[in-house]
Structure formats: structure tokens, C-alpha cells
């Protein structure tokens, strides 16, 4: 079992920035990749992006790539979501989560544990 707690989110000006934390705690990670989601106003759960968490290798959704930045910290078991240059459709529920697959891993079917979510809210 992995618990994961979301925090950082809040309300910003387009043109701004937060950052995302992503706290993990009941399992020691070695070969999983977190992954980060968010569920725009009723619109379905989509993909921003992911990170090995061994190798710290990271993927990106189109549509935020060259905005956001996912890292982690082993050492506090934390995983982050840098957001520069956000957007008003940047904002939605942002979910991290974990997957022990290696394949489909855009798809939020592929993650077995899931964060409860942090709100990010972008005014134009």
C-alpha cells in the first residue's frame, strides 16, 4: 500500500506559478512511476506528466510540456509539480498517483494508488 497526500495548490494569476507536492508514505519506491493527473470542471481525468522514481526520468502531456517541470526527492519520498506560465485552463483537481506498470502510463486506469487531490484555480 502507498498513501499519497497532494498539497500546494491554491488560487493564481495567469502568468504565474505554483508548485505541487506530492507526499508518499507506507512503502519504500524503487521501480514505480508517479504520475501526475487533473480533472478539469467537469471534464474527464487527464494526463500532465510522470517521473521514474528511480531513474527520474520524466514525461509530458503536450499540452503543459515546456511549462511544467515534475521532479522528486528520494530522500523525503516526495514528488513535485513545478508550474510556470499557467493558464486558466490549467485549472482542475490535480492528482498524483502510482504505477508498478511499465506500459500505459498516460492512462489513469494504469495506477493503482491515487492522492486525494489539491485544487489549482487559474483567473485570467
Known amino acids: 500500500q502507498v498513501q499519497l497526500v497532494e498539497s500546494g495548490g491554491g488560487l493564481v494569476q495567469a502568468g504565474g506559478s505554483l508548485r505541487l507536492s506530492c507526499a508518499t508514505s507506507?512503502?519504500?519506491?524503487?521501480?514505480?512511476?508517479m504520475g501526475w493527473f487533473r480533472q478539469p470542471p467537469g471534464k474527464e481525468r487527464e494526463f500532465v506528466g510522470r517521473?521514474?522514481?528511480?531513474?527520474?526520468?520524466?514525461r509530458y502531456a503536450d499540452s503543459v510540456k515546456d511549462r511544467f517541470t515534475i521532479s522528486r526527492d528520494k530522500a523525503l519520498n516526495t514528488v513535485y509539480l513545478q508550474m510556470n506560465s499557467l493558464k486558466p485552463e490549467d485549472t482542475a483537481v490535480y492528482f498524483c498517483?502510482?504505477?508498478?506498470?511499465?506500459?500505459?502510463?498516460?492512462?489513469?486506469?494504469?495506477?493503482?494508488?491515487w492522492g486525494r487531490g489539491t485544487q489549482v484555480t487559474v483567473s485570467s
Open positions: 498517483a502510482v504505477s508498478t506498470l511499465y506500459t500505459g502510463l498516460s492512462i489513469p486506469g494504469s495506477y493503482a494508488y
Open positions: 507506507g512503502r519504500t519506491l524503487s521501480t514505480e512511476t
Open positions: 517521473i521514474a522514481w528511480s531513474s527520474a526520468n520524466t
